[in-house]
T-cell receptor, first 112, second 121 residues
Framework: LAKTTQPISMDSYEGQEVNITCSHNNIATNDYITWYQQFPSQGPRFIIQGYKTKVTNEVASLFIPADRKSSTLSLPRVSLSDTAVYYCLVVYSGAGSYQLTFGKGTKLSVIP | GAVVSQHPSWVICKSGTSVKIECRSLDFQATTMFWYRQFPKQSLMLMATSNEGSKATYEQGVEKDKFLINHASLTLSTLTVTSAHPEDSSFYIC?????????????????FGPGTRLTVL
């Protein structure tokens, strides 16, 4: 299984763009890169998923370079409500198997 | 998106009792569900993979006789913590995948339940 490495914590002011980079050096061909957000005492919430290049949805963008050994979650104009722990995960799906392992997460603190 | 519910949201029990936690996929059928445990200020740790109609697959170090998993239908998986002890106090979270809705889109997102807080006295 691929393992992920991401910063333990980050601080940002409201209204700024936040970029959280995750490394996954041993990512495999069948692996997808997924990001989740978790608030205290709640289940993780799906943010975005990608396989390569760039993916954008209504809440975030995900940048994945060609070698796929890292990825960057971009949150535009963060607000106080974005204070949470963000998990980068590499999801293996193939040959009838589906595996997901959570990394340690990045605690984002948005400052007024 | 797909919705996963858990019941109960929180439970307090005496040491030695058994506690059952339910995980339901409300608007889709989930052939596979996952059970996680999360201690304070730590990441989620996968405990087991629950497959409908077959035995669960447990991660290394997780006692299958203590954490009983039953996946009797495509929308329900249960986790029973048997003879609970204070060290079993944790936040238990389930998740499920909706393979039908994701077919053809190349996506593999999981949908998580809201979690169950277990406190064993």
């Amino acid at each position: 299984l691929a393992k992920t490495t991401q910063p333990i914590s980050m601080d940002s002011y409201e209204g700024q763009e936040v970029n959280i980079t995750c490394s996954h050096n041993n990512i495999a061909t069948n692996d997808y890169i997924t990001w989740y957000q978790q608030f205290p005492s709640q289940g993780p919430r799906f943010i975005i998923q990608g396989y390569k290049t760039k993916v954008t949805n209504e809440v975030a963008s995900l940048f994945i370079p060609a070698d796929r050994k890292s990825s960057t979650l971009s949150l535009p104009r963060v607000s106080l409500s974005d204070t949470a722990v963000y998990y980068c995960l590499v999801v293996y799906s193939g040959a009838g198997s589906y595996q997901l392992t959570f990394g340690k997460g990045t605690k984002l603190s948005v400052i007024p | 998106g797909a919705v996963v519910s858990q019941h109960p949201s929180w439970v307090i029990c005496k040491s030695g009792t058994s506690v059952k936690i339910e995980c339901r996929s409300l608007d889709f059928q989930a052939t596979t569900m996952f059970w996680y445990r999360q201690f304070p200020k730590q990441s989620l740790m996968l405990m087991a993979t629950s497959n409908e109609g077959s035995k669960a697959t447990y991660e290394q170090g997780v006692e299958k006789d203590k954490f009983l998993i039953n996946h009797a239908s495509l929308t329900l998986s249960t986790l029973t913590v048997t003879s609970a002890h204070p060290e079993d106090s944790s936040f238990y979270i389930c998740s499920a995948r909706d393979p039908i809705s994701l077919a053809g889109e190349g996506r593999n997102e999981q949908f998580f339940g809201p979690g169950t807080r277990l406190t064993v006295l």
